[in-house]
């Protein structure tokens, strides 16, 4: 199995986790520490390949799980409200997601949400493929260049970057449970932060009555 192969399974994965997987981009630091001869444009490209395919199936998993079998009535019309004003921005949603995909912050939360509110993924894939394309041949190119000028040990850099994980999983938890429990239409509509009255997720009895 090629070296572009194993990165495309690897990438594709950990972008299909919802939570506590490592960053994709602390991979392709490891490579260039690791790996400094061997790396290019192409790992960069076949690794944004691999994570705007993960994450569609992150968002569309996130529809079909969380929407239609966790969230309750309310929480779906929140959500929705939402999704209207995004509609009638498209040029500002695609510039919003292109500018967060050149950034080293995590975007399983984004395409989470994102995913609950039933719009087409594409709008969000094509912005998150060309930001991750760009950035991650950056973090490559940058550890490269790191560990011939300084001959850091590759358990030296996982090190630094752990703590950088541990808080943005953290933090992704509470944005997640933010997003799902705010009342979206009271906000834009009368610009008033507001609860929805009923706890989300709210889980569906089933037809049994368990």
């Known amino acids: 199995m090629g070296p572009l192969l194993v990165l495309f399974l690897v990438v594709f994965l950990l972008n299909v986790i919802p939570a506590f997987a490592p960053p994709t981009w602390m991979v392709f630091s490891f490579l260039g520490f690791?790996?400094?001869?061997?790396?290019?444009?192409?790992?960069?490209?076949?690794?944004?390949?691999?994570?705007?395919?993960?994450?569609?199936?992150?968002g569309k998993l996130s529809r079909i799980i969380i929407r239609n079998h966790w969230l309750g009535e309310a929480a779906k019309q929140s959500i929705n409200s939402?999704?209207?004003?995004?509609?009638?921005?498209?040029?500002?949603?695609?510039?919003?997601?292109?500018?967060?995909?050149?950034?080293?912050?995590?975007?399983?939360?984004?395409?989470i949400a994102y995913g609950l509110t039933t719009m087409p993924l594409v709008r969000l894939v094509?912005?998150?493929?060309?930001?991750?394309?760009?950035?991650?041949?950056?973090?490559?190119?940058?550890?490269?260049?790191?560990?011939?000028?300084?001959?850091l040990e590759e358990t030296d850099a996982m090190a630094y970057f752990s703590v950088y994980f541990v808080l943005t999983q953290l933090a992704l938890?509470?944005?997640?449970?933010?997003?799902?429990?705010?009342?979206?239409?009271?906000?834009?509509?009368?610009?008033?932060?507001?609860?929805?009255?009923?706890?989300?997720?709210?889980v569906k009895r089933s037809s049994s009555g368990y």
């Open 126 to 151: 094509a912005p998150f493929f060309i930001g991750r394309f760009v950035s991650y041949y950056f973090w490559t190119m940058s550890a490269v260049a790191v560990s011939r000028k300084l001959a």
């Open 34 to 58: 690791r790996l400094p001869t061997h790396m290019d444009w192409s790992f960069a490209l076949v690794g944004a390949v691999a994570a705007a395919m993960g994450r569609s199936l992150l």
């Open 173 to 202: 938890l509470a944005v997640v449970y933010v997003f799902m429990r705010v009342d979206w239409k009271l906000l834009l509509q009368k610009r008033k932060w507001g609860w929805l009255p009923k706890s989300i997720p709210d």
């Open 82 to 111: 939402l999704k209207l004003e995004l509609e009638k921005r498209p040029n500002l949603t695609f510039g919003l997601f292109l500018f967060y995909a050149f950034t080293p912050l995590p975007s399983n939360y984004l395409f």
